[in-house]
């Protein structure tokens, strides 16, 4: 995120798209709730009805996988009506001209027919994100996770730039992360592009530091990205090491990654749970939970706080970084950290924008009304960064990127008629290894389902609660049907939660060409009916909000109770 969750309040438009905040991101919700209570306007563009959508002055219902339509038409407006913030694109960007031409044939009329949002709402949108001066995107899945998901941020980063909205606050361009600490995880350089602190492993600069501060050779080649590994499974990669990702449930396409699974020499798994990826391990490494450990999460917002251990980890189950110390200990790697504050400062070591932090220094400031420290924090003096961009681009000049509209992978056709979607609900986590253990969130929600449209269940002779099976070019599941107006017509939605009802083995393994993010969210499908309700009455455990109804309280902005 370029803004913090605090300055949400504050916002007076806000611009949710493909984020179902009140079901994914509870709390940041909550902000978001009291800036509308507060008077501030919000807009939803999602394919979805969700929750948010109740409180939202419009909610642009759009076609799935038609955003850049959507944001191009938006830019298309603020230059056509003399909106955009030419000081600010004068002091501060560059490849400006080249935006305004592209997005030049791209006219709300146009939009409406290929997105579904009239010419007016996307007009009026684009207006009043302009002229707001407190203006903020926040964005997750509904715009990355498709096969031109790049596409959709550049077009969002755009709209950023040309009206000035970035480096002020409660502006700026927020995605907001899934996991607890999927941004530590990338800060401390998970990943393949980066070492500590989102240096490029190919910068020759960077890779000399590290060779020298570490005594070892390292490859000064990019690595294969999530996406890439899964499609090299079992050819080019014979063992593989999976650390906290359940696999065979959250990767796309899976019956093609377990086929090549069985093609791995090795394999390891380092797991609080047995889970459907150990059923495929060689050996599987007992690791402790959050609360069974020391350390540090890193949130959205770049804030770093500590995490303590709670409770001693059952017999057995050690700590990740424990492990994999030991781990390389056996390799011949000479290791020697007694604690994760020592992990910690080698970390930051030679990281610039991590540089001012430490165990000690998170844990002293962290007290009554503020915890942690948001990076970067270059120094030990440095009070860290609540928004970024204060005063000029990171970069130097904000980068407009033109793009032009790409349908999704698959489409609708003859066989496979339908288009699936897929998410999450409030009341499961992910691969659900932990939350369907949790008896009272079984009770909320015990059983796979897919939402589908009351004009196409018809058109099946599908009632609410049959079992029906949803197949795709892929692969084909049984769930039990959610008939509901949540979704468009001619959509399926369905969580990637229950294990007996894979939503992955449906799923296109299509990935976006820069990040290799899979294409969950949209693929043809079709569905039929197979089994008649047993219980038709029973309260349905889909998701937290219905259509048909929001439950009592729900829009009751006054209580922060219901998410
Ligand atoms: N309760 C709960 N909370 C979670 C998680 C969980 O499993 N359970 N998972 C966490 C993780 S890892 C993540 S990454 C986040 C994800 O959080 P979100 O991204 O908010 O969750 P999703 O349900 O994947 O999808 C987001 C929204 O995108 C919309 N969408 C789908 N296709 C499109 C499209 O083409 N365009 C647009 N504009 N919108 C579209 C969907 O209708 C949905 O409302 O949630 C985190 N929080
Ligand atoms: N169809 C579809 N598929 C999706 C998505 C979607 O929207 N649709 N979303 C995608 C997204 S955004 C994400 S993030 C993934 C999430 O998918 P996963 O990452 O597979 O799911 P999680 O449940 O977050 O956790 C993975 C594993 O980590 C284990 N774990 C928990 N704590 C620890 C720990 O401290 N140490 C270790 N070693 N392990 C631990 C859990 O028990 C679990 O088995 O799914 C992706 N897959
Ligand atoms: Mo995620």
């Known amino acids: 995120m370029t803004n913090s969750i605090g300055e949400i309040r504050d916002a007076d438009f806000l611009f949710v798209i493909g984020s179902n905040?009140?079901?994914?991101?509870?709390?940041?919700?909550?902000?978001?709730?009291?800036?509308?209570?507060?008077?501030a306007t919000m807009v939803v563009a999602d394919p979805r009805a969700i929750w948010m959508s109740t409180i939202a002055e419009?909610?642009?219902?759009?076609?799935?996988?038609?955003?850049?339509?959507?944001?191009?038409?938006?830019?298309?407006?603020?230059?056509?009506?003399?909106?955009?913030?030419?000081?600010?694109?004068?002091?501060?960007?560059?490849g400006y001209e080249a935006v305004r031409d592209a997005v030049a044939k791209y006219t709300p009329e146009e939009a409406e027919k290929v997105c579904g949002v009239s010419a007016e709402d996307i007009r009026w949108t684009a207006r009043k994100y302009a002229t707001t001066e407190k203006a903020g995107i926040y964005y997750t899945l509904g715009i990355t996770e498709h096969s031109h998901g790049t596409d959709n941020v550049y077009a969002l980063a755009n709209l950023v730039l040309m009206t000035g909205h970035l480096g002020k606050p409660s502006s700026g361009m927020n995605p907001l992360r899934g996991q607890n600490n999927v941004q530590g995880a990338n800060d401390a350089g998970a990943t393949p592009i980066f070492l500590p602190g989102y240096q490029r492993v190919d910068d020759p600069e960077v890779h000399a530091k590290y060779e020298k501060s570490w005594g070892v050779k390292l490859d000064d080649k990019p690595g294969l990205n999530l996406n890439e590994m899964m499609k090299t499974m079992?050819?080019?990669?014979?063992?593989?090491?999976?650390?906290?990702?359940?696999?065979?449930?959250?990767e796309p396409n899976v019956s093609k990654l377990e086929e090549a699974l069985n093609n791995i020499e090795f394999m390891?798994?380092?797991?609080?749970?047995?889970?459907?990826?150990?059923?495929?391990?060689?050996?599987?490494?007992?690791?402790?939970?959050?609360?069974?450990?020391?350390?540090?999460?890193?949130?959205?917002?770049?804030?770093?706080?500590?995490?303590?251990?709670?409770?001693?980890?059952?017999?057995?189950?050690?700590a990740d970084?424990?492990?994999?110390?030991?781990?390389?200990k056996a390799c011949g790697a000479d290791w020697r950290f007694e604690n994760t504050a020592q992990v910690y400062d080698e970390m930051v070591r030679d990281a610039p924008k991590f540089?001012?932090?430490?165990?000690?220094?998170?844990?002293?400031?962290?007290?009554?009304?503020?915890?942690?420290?948001?990076w970067p924090c270059p120094t030990p003096d440095h009070p860290g960064t609540t928004y970024l961009h204060e005063g000029g681009v990171l970069r130097g000049k904000g980068l407009f990127q033109p793009v032009d509209y790409r349908p999704p992978m698959e489409l609708a056709d003859e066989h496979y008629e339908l288009l699936l979607s897929?998410?999450?609900t409030l009341y499961h986590y992910n691969a659900a290894t932990q939350t369907r253990r949790e008896t009272g969130l079984h009770a909320k929600q015990d059983r796979a389902f897919v939402e589908i449209h009351p004009r196409d269940a018809k058109m099946r002779g599908i009632d609410h609660g049959d079992t029906v099976r949803v197949s795709t070019r892929r692969g084909a599941i049984e769930a039990h049907a959610m008939v509901s107006r949540q979704v468009r017509k001619g959509c399926l939605w369905m969580p990637l939660h229950f294990a007996e009802a894979r939503a992955n083995l449906l799923t296109n393994d299509a990935g976006d060409p820069v990040t290799g993010t899979a294409e969950y969210k949209v693929c043809a499908a079709k569905v039929e009916r197979v089994?008649?309700?047993?219980?038709?009455?029973?309260?349905?455990?889909?998701?937290?909000?219905?259509?048909?109804?929001?439950?009592?309280?729900?829009?009751d902005l006054s209580t922060n109770a219901s998410a």
């Open 21 to 39: 905040t009140s079901e994914a991101h509870p709390i940041i919700a909550m902000e978001m709730k009291r800036a509308v209570k507060r008077g």
């Open 58 to 94: 419009k909610h642009l219902q759009l076609k799935l996988g038609s955003d850049v339509w959507l944001l191009n038409a938006m830019a298309h407006v603020i230059i056509e009506e003399g909106l955009v913030d030419q000081t600010f694109i004068d002091t501060h960007t560059e």
């Open 234 to 250: 079992g050819k080019t990669i014979k063992g593989v090491f999976v650390m906290g990702e359940d696999i065979v449930l959250s």
């Open 268 to 318: 390891v798994v380092q797991e609080p749970f047995l889970n459907e990826t150990t059923r495929f391990a060689d050996v599987v490494f007992p690791a402790a939970v959050f609360a069974e450990k020391e350390g540090t999460f890193a949130n959205s917002e770049r804030r770093v706080q500590r995490v303590r251990k709670g409770v001693e980890p059952p017999a057995g189950a050690r």
């Open 321 to 328: 970084w424990e492990i994999l110390c030991d781990l390389a």
């Open 355 to 374: 540089a001012g932090m430490s165990h000690a220094r998170i844990d002293a400031e962290s007290h009554e009304g503020k915890t942690g420290l948001q």
């Open 422 to 424: 897929t998410g999450r």
């Open 531 to 555: 089994g008649v309700a047993k219980d038709a009455s029973t309260a349905y455990p889909g998701s937290d909000y219905h259509v048909s109804g929001p439950r009592p309280g729900d829009t």
